[in-house]
């Protein structure tokens, strides 16, 4: 059974306690993984806050640290390969997705690394004649990154990455489903050349998330997660009035008109809920689509769904893999008994496979009778999809925005105009139209309401972790004037 270890100040080391990961395509253990305790987390934090204080990076200039970035860059992309086995490993991702999403990460650290010397201060033209002001933007402090199981070397690329480029430090904490992946990365950040402590990788449960989060040395927490968990995180931090970058959940509508061209929202579809086996926080879960291609949009997507190679993540030709957690299959199981209580109806799937592993197939729910069917409220994170009719375009909006999350949503129309109303329209972070799923280091990413405040990627997330300071010169020779008077 493989062993991995913690990164504190720049060395590896075991924790006082482990806990065995399993695999999630035979249900057995693989690995034995560090269990961070509140003490580790002290650690971790205090060697983050001796590194932002240090000259080895507080005196570092912008461009010397984009360099080192640039490094880590081409590190990841060398090391990509291993990287995908290892997070297809612990988390039952296919490898087919995992080879290229991870080869891919390296570009955010390469977009960082050449922003780390273009966040820019600003002079203002203040109104008073004998002074000079102008504004300097300097790290926000020890940044505490948190990052689920799914797409982790991803969700850690939008932290690490602007977090570093601002001149921050970074105690990071991986989920304990899956951890291997980000345990691994550390070794090769390790081999970058940045100063000890920059960045500090733990793994741990609830007790080392609360240390985390509570800690007085914590300026900003970046958190991808659950609502529930975001909910403790920002209770947390009133311990320390730390500021906060929440990326939570969503139940993104998927719309599509019927002037859509079907074939390609079909593919954009199934690579909306059926990819990763839906263990997406932009999953297209909510299939909004006009009363007239209904019966033929879900009769191809049956097909496909059905068609779609189930088997071993490992294997290059698999399509859907296990679900990351017996929990989540279980949680799968219950919400669907649930809504075909309420009346949603099973198109294709629905049941887990007898087996091995945490499987689940590709799930489709007509819910067109059924509008209080939890399916349509709730999320998976799985891959199972509801759908839901409409007529007109004011009922495709009104549906859309019938949520608590806002974080994704698709659009399918050849209708231009349209195109732009529903752009408008949509409440939610991101309107992808006539595709899905894409991603840039180049764009922001985020949503509203249960999905979030906060945007990762591009330039607004590196300024999310700098403070802005106001500096005051006064340019005249004259004594200063009445000390009673504010000037």
Request: net charge negative; glycine share 10%; charged share 20%.
């Given at each position: ?15 006082g ?13 693989w690995?034995?993984?560090p ?42 992309a ?35 690394a ?19 002001v ?35 430090t ?16 550390a ?22 998330g ?11 927490v ?30 993104s509508?998927f ?5 859509a ?39 191809r ?11 071993a ?41 007898d ?9 489709v729910?007509?819910c ?5 069917a ?29 949520t ?20 408008r ?37 590196a ?25």
């Open positions: 059974m493989q062993t991995f270890q913690q990164y504190i100040g720049g060395a590896f080391e075991d924790a306690e482990t806990f065995e990961s399993l695999d999630p395509a035979t249900g057995k253990p690995a034995q993984m269990a961070a305790s509140a003490a580790d987390v002290d650690r971790a934090v205090r060697a983050a806050e001796a590194a932002f204080f240090s000259s080895e990076w507080a005196g570092m200039t912008a461009t010397q640290r984009g360099k080192l970035l640039m490094r880590l860059a081409d590190l990841v060398e090391n990509a390969p291993r990287l995908a086995e290892l997070e297809t490993r612990d988390t039952g991702k296919i490898i087919r997705e995992t080879s290229a999403q991870i080869a891919y990460v390296a570009e955010y650290y390469r977009y960082y050449g922003l780390a010397d273009k966040i820019e201060g600003a002079h203002l033209p203040i109104d008073k004649q004998d002074m000079e102008w504004l300097r933007r300097e790290p926000v402090g020890v940044v505490a990154a948190i990052v689920p199981w799914n797409s982790q070397l991803f969700l850690s690329a939008v932290k690490i990455g602007p977090a570093l480029a601002a001149g921050c970074v105690v990071l904490k991986v989920s304990e489903e899956g951890p291997a992946p980000m345990l691994e990365f070794r090769i950040f390790d081999q970058a050349g940045f100063p000890p402590g920059v960045l500090n990788v733990i793994t741990g449960g609830p007790e080392a609360a240390a985390l989060t509570s800690h007085a040395s914590v300026a900003h970046a958190f991808t997660g659950g609502p529930e968990t975001a909910r403790h995180i920002v209770r947390n931090s009133a311990e320390n009035l730390a500021s906060t970058s929440l990326e939570l959940g969503g139940k509508p719309i599509v008109f019927d002037d061209d079907l074939e390609s929202a079909v593919n954009a579809q199934v690579s909306g809920i059926f990819a990763a086996t839906g263990q997406s926080c932009v999953a297209g879960s909510r299939l909004v689509i006009q009363k007239g291609i209904k019966e033929a949009f879900l009769a997507l049956k097909e496909k769904a059905e068609a779609a190679v189930t088997g993540p490992q294997d290059m030709a698999t399509e859907v893999g296990p679900l990351c957690t017996l929990k989540q299959r279980d949680h799968a199981v219950r919400l669907i008994k649930a809504s075909v209580q309420a009346g949603a109806k099973v198109i294709t799937g629905g049941a887990a496979p087996g091995k592993g945490f499987y689940f197939p590709p799930t729910l007509d067109s009778d059924a509008p209080e939890p399916c349509l409220s709730t999320e998976f994170f799985g891959p199972v999809l509801s759908v839901v009719a409409f007529e007109t375009e004011a009922q495709a909006l009104e549906i859309a925005n019938s608590a999350f806002g974080l994704a949503s698709g659009v399918f129309t050849q209708n231009l105009t349209r195109a732009h109303r529903m752009i329209g949509i409440r939610a972070g991101i309107v992808w139209v006539n595709t899905y799923r894409a991603v840039s280091p180049i764009a922001p990413f985020g949503g509203h309401g249960l999905s979030g405040h906060g945007r990762e990627g591009g330039l607004q997330a300024l999310d972790y700098t403070k802005v300071k106001a500096v005051w010169l006064r340019t005249s020779d004259d004594p200063i004037p009445d000390p009673f008077v504010m000037r």
